[in-house]
Nanobody
Framework: QVQLVESGGGLVQAGGSLRVSCAASGRILSINGMGWYRQTPGKQRELVAVITSGGSTNYADSVKGRFTISRDNAKNTVYLQMNSLKPEDTAVYYC??????????????WGQGTQVTVSS
C-alpha cells in the first residue's frame, strides 16, 4: 500500500508565502507524475500544478508566476512553493502521485489534504 502525507499548510496573510510538502511512502517501485490539486466547498477539485519524473511542469493559469512545484525523487517527495498568495488561493490542497507499487499498473494515490487559508 502507498501513503501520501502532506504537511505545511496553514494561515497566511495576502501577499505572503507558504510551502507545502507531500511525502510518499510504502511499497513504491516507481513514481510517474506528481501534483497538487485544490478544492473549496461546493466546487470541483482543480489542478494547481503537476510535475513529471523528469521535471517537466505544468501550472494552472491562476497560479503561473506565483507557485513553483518541485520534487525530490530520492525522497519521493513533491513540494509546492506558494508566493504572493491571494485570498482566492484559500482551499484544501491535495497531493497526487501516479505510483507503480506492488501491481503491474501505475495507480493514482491521494493525500488527506492540507488546509491553506489566505486572509485579506
Amino acid at each position: 500500500q502507498v501513503q501520501l502525507v502532506e504537511s505545511g499548510g496553514g494561515l497566511v496573510q495576502a501577499g505572503g508565502s507558504l510551502r507545502v510538502s507531500c511525502a510518499a511512502s510504502g511499497r513504491i517501485l516507481s513514481i510517474n507524475g506528481m501534483g497538487w490539486y485544490r478544492q473549496t466547498p461546493g466546487k470541483q477539485r482543480e489542478l494547481v500544478a503537476v510535475i513529471t519524473s523528469g521535471g517537466s511542469t505544468n501550472y494552472a493559469d491562476s497560479v503561473k508566476g506565483r507557485f513553483t512545484i518541485s520534487r525530490d525523487n530520492a525522497k519521493n517527495t513533491v513540494y509546492l512553493q506558494m508566493n504572493s498568495l491571494k485570498p482566492e488561493d484559500t482551499a484544501v490542497y491535495y497531493c497526487n502521485a501516479n505510483v507503480l507499487g506492488g501491481g503491474i499498473w501505475y495507480q493514482d494515490y491521494w493525500g488527506q489534504g492540507t488546509q491553506v487559508t489566505v486572509s485579506s
